[in-house]
């Protein structure tokens, strides 16, 4: 049939504009570019007029918005096409398909539709049982028993009454349950009134191998106070089958009563008790359509929808955590060492030039078992003397403390000489990857690593995206993330980092060339294959002749790309190649040159964009520009530092509560940050230690290669566990009280006399020492929901399980962290 066209949802660029917040306009013109081939980055850097000043997050959103409402658009078409094929779209049923909002409630509207295997309503249906039911529910005078005698047919498999009531219940449930209204709403009530339990599976219970999940051995919380890491754990458990998880439809006052949800299907049914025959049979109709079809499938909805907010959430920190690692503090141009600490296997030791050539590598053996201190110290001072080393990187794994103590020791006989503790998350994944072995082929595996380190410390973005970003391992859970949003999420970040800074494309590798906006990995490829063959470019104009690097190419990535020698200063800058004419405006207007503007903050600060501008170059693109020109090539990155580690404290025995260090913050997660204070065993601050005012989200405060200074709040060296506050007037002896105290935290809340039970109240203190670059540290001391739970476990509130239940393993450097900070018992 053809169905009239009844009112439609609003087109998709109107929808995204009003979740955006913007203009139809500016979301249609972006929607343009993004389907033209345009990236993100470069939308949001170079065109700024069409879509109205949309920037990189919102253009983010967006694109993913845009993919799944297509998605949602290519089901409906499928979906409508299915039910016209069986004859049954009505007009009715095409607004409803139309106006379905989600996927999931367009398969809400569909279920009834949905071809299926043979059910019992069918067979019932096909026994001519559905005017029994229909019977039935609409007038409950009559008596089921008595009207079923009727339909009493043994060659159509109705053997008795009882039978033909049983199918017209079935007919019933099914009608039900497959209500697309009633389904939803059941859905919503579920969810804000729900909680997810779990329990010990049996024989479970004294399993070593099972203690990780303990305090989620009795465990019961709401569905919408749920923390991702949390959800993400208890999933585990069960994966494991060490959790046996219910997802109950009723709150803890409920007690277990479904009985609301009953009686919403029987008045939605329009069944009721009012003393009439039939009016027992369709209340059971009613409770048994929730108890066998409809419960079963709310709890699978919900398991889906927690796993979705889960994964958003986990997703989330790892990319905020690996932009910060990105955008870290480059040392720079100089020459580096590169130490990889090890014990049994030796120190291996890498120097790079400040363009990141290897020149030199051994191995040492400082440590036990050979304990060969003053050699090792012999050839690193050789190897520092010989190639004018300006800068010492050491990995942060195993023996880093004794790498640096060596490390400060050779800087102390050579003055100028930078130690500095460096992240090796991905180093090894490096070594033995195929970008690693192109690197350096003839390098054993275990110097590429060294290499690596010293490099990341030059340049942290440089080296880093050499790496696939999950195996950077910055995030909580990435093993139980969809391998696909997380690697589009990542992604995003790394091109957006890559572009925002820059890239000398006379020096970048291919992997940091196939990250700028519009360079594929083959083109990368080709770039540096051309520049290895004909020499540096000397300009921008020059990357035209770089074979399949077309028109469309090279607007999507000129401006990204720096010719740091280019005799053309524009080209050592942001300003696009197609805006080099209003420059040459300004230069005219100006009476000087490109040159002389450049840099000349008196003479730009007084130029009004207004009087630059023309048909294809706005308000918002001149004054970018003047901006580029004040300060060309600019960094967005801070300036480097380093912590350094007190003298004396290199073990977990050296600290003692009350003590002030300064520290590295090694990764964020959702309920605080492990910070490295050179005693191997990272700290924690839990997130109601972060500020004396409220903090939402960690990340607001530090993030991964922050400098920090904390305080000690409690050491437990036997469970080598290190509670640390932000808030330096903290008093440890009221932190030890605050896990003590009854609350209403899970089992496991509290630091043992670490950060107290964030459910516990406000705390007191300082604003961190560390803040986030640019925006300094926002955020409090009252903490998330539950308690850090360092005491009993790992949870937020859950014990050990609730931060990350596995031990360390491959590059989970979330599991790394937490196993570093003695999480892993």
């Given at each position: 049939m053809t169905a009239s066209a009844p009112a439609q949802l609003p087109p998709v660029s109107r929808r995204i504009a009003t979740e955006l917040g913007a203009g139809e306009g500016q979301v249609r013109a972006a929607i343009e570019l993004l389907d033209g081939g345009a990236t993100v980055p470069f939308v949001a850097r170079y065109r700024k007029e069409a879509t109205g000043g949309l920037d990189d997050a919102q253009l983010r959103t967006l694109d993913e918005r845009l993919g799944y409402l297509r998605e949602l658009e290519d089901r409906r078409a499928a979906v409508i096409a299915s039910v016209q094929e069986q004859g049954k779209l009505t007009d009715e049923l095409h607004a409803q398909l139309l106006a379905a909002e989600t996927k999931s409630r367009l398969e809400d509207v569909y279920l009834p539709f949905k071809p299926k295997r043979r059910t019992k309503a069918m067979i019932a249906r096909e026994a001519g049982l559905e005017p029994l039911a229909d019977g039935l529910l609409g007038d409950p005078t009559v008596d089921p028993r008595a009207a079923a005698a009727a339909f009493v047919d043994a060659e159509r498999g109705v053997a008795d009454a009882d039978a033909a009531l049983e199918g017209a219940r079935a007919i019933l449930v099914e009608r039900l349950a497959e209500d697309?209204?009633?389904?939803?709403?059941?859905?919503?009530?579920?969810?804000?009134?729900?909680?997810?339990?779990?329990?010990?599976?049996?024989?479970?219970?004294?399993?070593?191998?099972?203690?990780?999940?303990?305090?989620?051995?009795?465990?019961?919380?709401?569905?919408?106070?749920?923390?991702?890491?949390?959800?993400?754990?208890?999933?585990?458990?069960?994966?494991?089958?060490?959790?046996?998880?219910?997802?109950?439809?009723?709150?803890?006052?409920?007690?277990?009563?479904?009985?609301?949800?009953?009686?919403?299907?029987?008045?939605?049914?329009?069944?009721?008790?009012?003393?009439?025959?039939?009016?027992?049979?369709?209340?059971?109709?009613?409770?048994?359509?929730?108890?066998?079809?409809?419960?079963?499938?709310?709890?699978?909805?919900?398991?889906?929808?927690?796993?979705?907010?889960?994964?958003?959430?986990?997703?989330?920190?790892?990319?905020?955590?690996?932009?910060?690692?990105?955008?870290?503090?480059?040392?720079?141009?100089?020459?580096?060492?590169?130490?990889?600490?090890?014990?049994?296997?030796?120190?291996?030791?890498?120097?790079?030039?400040?363009?990141?050539?290897?020149?030199?590598?051994?191995?040492?053996?400082?440590?036990?078992?050979?304990?060969?201190?003053?050699?090792?110290?012999?050839?690193?001072?050789?190897?520092?003397?010989?190639?004018?080393?300006?800068?010492?990187?050491?990995?942060?794994?195993?023996?880093?403390?004794e790498t640096h103590k060596l490390a400060v020791e050779l800087a102390k006989a050579q003055p100028g000489l930078i130690p500095a503790m460096v992240s090796e998350a991905g180093a090894s994944v490096y070594s033995a990857s195929e970008e690693g072995t192109r690197e350096l082929p003839d390098l054993d595996v275990s110097i590429r690593g060294a290499v690596s380190i010293a490099r990341r410390l030059q340049d942290p973005l440089a080296e880093l995206v050499k790496i696939d970003p999950k195996s950077i391992g910055v995030g909580q859970y990435q093993h139980d993330v969809s391998g696909t949003l997380?690697?589009?999420?990542?992604?995003?970040?790394?091109?957006?980092?890559?572009?925002?800074?820059?890239?000398?494309?006379?020096?970048?590798?291919?992997?940091?060339?196939?990250?700028?906006?519009?360079?594929?990995?083959?083109?990368?490829?080709?770039?540096?294959?051309?520049?290895?063959?004909?020499?540096?470019?000397a300009s921008r104009k020059a990357l035209t002749k770089v074979p399949r690097l077309g028109a469309k190419a090279f607007e999507q990535c000129a401006g990204f790309l720096r010719i740091p020698d280019a005799g053309d200063p524009l080209d050592r800058s942001g300003v696009h190649p197609e805006a080099y004419p209003v420059v040459r405006r300004i230069v005219e207007r100006t009476g000087t040159d490109v040159a002389s503007l450049v840099g000349n903050s008196a003479l730009l600060g007084r130029l009004d964009p207004r009087e630059f501008t023309d048909d294809t170059f706005g308000v918002p693109t001149v004054t970018d520009i003047i901006a580029e020109l004040d300060k060309p090539g600019r960094d967005p990155r801070p300036a480097f530092e380093t912590a350094t580690f007190a003298e004396g404290v290199e073990q977990i025995t050296d600290l003692s509560v009350g003590m002030v260090l300064e520290g590295v913050v090694t990764n964020v997660a959702a309920f605080g940050a492990f910070v490295d204070v050179g005693v191997h065993q990272d700290g924690l601050v839990h997130i109601s230690a972060m500020s004396k005012e409220f903090v939402s989200d960690p990340r607001a405060v530090v993030g991964p290669g922050d400098v920090v200074r904390v305080k000690v709040l409690d050491v437990d060296v036997p469970r080598k566990r290190i509670a640390l506050t932000l808030r330096l007037d903290d008093d440890p002896a009221a932190g030890e009280k605050g896990p003590r105290q009854k609350g209403s935290g899970q089992k496991g809340s509290g630091q043992n006399g670490g950060a107290r039970d964030d459910r516990g109240g406000q705390g007191r203190g300082d604003r961190p020492q560390g803040g986030k670059p640019g925006g300094g540290p926002r955020g409090g001391g009252q903490g998330q929901r539950g308690g850090q739970g360092q005491r009993g476990g790992q949870g937020q509130g859950g014990g050990r399980s609730g931060r990350d239940s596995r031990p360390a393993a491959g590059n989970d450097a979330m599991a790394e962290a937490l196993r570093r900070a003695g999480f892993d018992r």
């Open positions: 697309a209204d009633l389904v939803g709403e059941l859905r919503e009530r579920m969810w804000t009134r729900g909680r997810l339990t779990a329990a010990v599976r049996e024989g479970k219970a004294d399993d070593q191998a099972a203690a990780k999940f303990s305090d989620y051995f009795a465990f019961d919380e709401p569905f919408t106070r749920l923390p991702s890491h949390r959800i993400l754990a208890l999933l585990r458990g069960e994966t494991e089958e060490v959790l046996a998880l219910t997802f109950d439809p009723c709150s803890a006052d409920d007690d277990g009563d479904t009985s609301a949800y009953e009686a919403r299907i029987a008045a939605v049914a329009g069944i009721a008790d009012r003393g009439r025959p039939a009016d027992a049979w369709l209340l059971g109709v009613a409770r048994w359509a929730w108890r066998t079809r409809i419960s079963s499938r709310l709890a699978v909805d919900l398991r889906v929808r927690l796993r979705e907010v889960a994964e958003e959430g986990a997703v989330g920190v790892f990319a905020g955590n690996l932009r910060d690692l990105l955008l870290a503090a480059p040392a720079g141009a100089r020459p580096t060492m590169g130490l990889d600490p090890g014990l049994r296997t030796g120190v291996k030791v890498a120097v790079v030039d400040g363009t990141g050539k290897v020149v030199a590598h051994d191995t040492i053996y400082p440590h036990v078992p050979r304990n060969q201190w003053d050699r090792s110290l012999e050839t690193l001072a050789r190897l520092a003397t010989a190639h004018e080393v300006e800068l010492v990187a050491i990995g942060n794994g195993t023996a880093s403390r997380l690697s589009r999420s990542l992604d995003g970040v790394v091109e957006d980092c890559v572009n925002a800074v820059g890239v000398d494309v006379n020096t970048a590798s291919a992997p940091l060339l196939r990250r700028v906006s519009g360079i594929s990995s083959g083109l990368a490829t080709t770039i540096v294959g051309f520049r290895d063959e004909h020499g540096p470019f």
